[in-house]
């Protein structure tokens, strides 16, 4: 499946940052369970990789399992070499896009200027994260989408919660990555599944 196949399956990308590897699998039972089909863990999580293995043992055959934050060459292949299939980074740097379409994997780079957009669609990016998005605006995305090629999917992240999502999708994005919103470290696989009800409900 390609990025859009899961983003129609649900528009929202859950950032589990702060995740542990022995709870990884139950919290995203609960996603799974809600609706949600892309999980991504920050590399700035406790052994990121460990959660992302597992992840992708458990789900990799009907999620879309990945990893944030990711900062470099190496960790794209590491990323790779243990299952995981989606590169997000936050900052637009067309050296790791091409590593991980080299590697087979979906990339999706971070930006904030339109510079930044075409370059990383150049590198081969599959969608475009405008982040930090609480530091934009929708009617800022609205302009962008206006230049961008139609096909481009951006997904705003930073500060995306059930109260903001439709002017967002109003404005043209197509799907979101949220944090905090749907899980912060100490919540339970219950605390969860009901943060993603009260998100796809508000979608």
Not at 47 to 74: H, K, Y
Not at 168 to 176: D, V
Request: hydrophobic share 50%; net charge neutral.
């Amino acid at each position: 499946m390609d990025l859009t196949s899961y983003l129609t399956r649900c528009p929202l990308v859950a950032i589990l940052r702060g995740i542990r590897p022995d709870e990884a699998v139950a919290i995203t039972a609960a996603l799974e369970t809600a609706g949600f089909a892309i999980v991504e863990v920050p590399l700035n999580s406790p052994n990121p990789m460990a959660s992302i293995a597992a992840l992708a043992r458990t789900f990799g055959d009907r999620l879309l399992i990945g990893a944030g934050t990711v900062m470099t060459e190496a960790q794209v292949a590491e990323i790779a070499a243990i299952g995981g299939r989606l590169i997000v980074t936050p900052h637009a740097d067309g050296r790791i896009v091409r590593a991980a379409k080299q590697h087979g994997l979906i990339a999706v780079p971070g930006f904030f200027t339109p510079a930044e957009a075409f370059s990383m669609l150049e590198a081969g990016a599959d969608a475009l994260k405008l982040f930090p998005a609480e530091g934009a605006s929708p009617a800022m995305l609205r302009a962008i989408r206006a230049v961008l090629p139609p096909d481009t999917r951006v997904l705003p992240v930073g500060g995306v919660d059930a109260s903001n999502m439709a002017i967002w999708r109003n404005a043209g994005a197509a799907g979101f990555g949220v944090g905090s919103a749907i899980y912060k470290p100490g919540d339970t696989a219950e605390i969860v599944g009901a943060k993603a009800r009260t998100l796809l409900a508000a979608i």
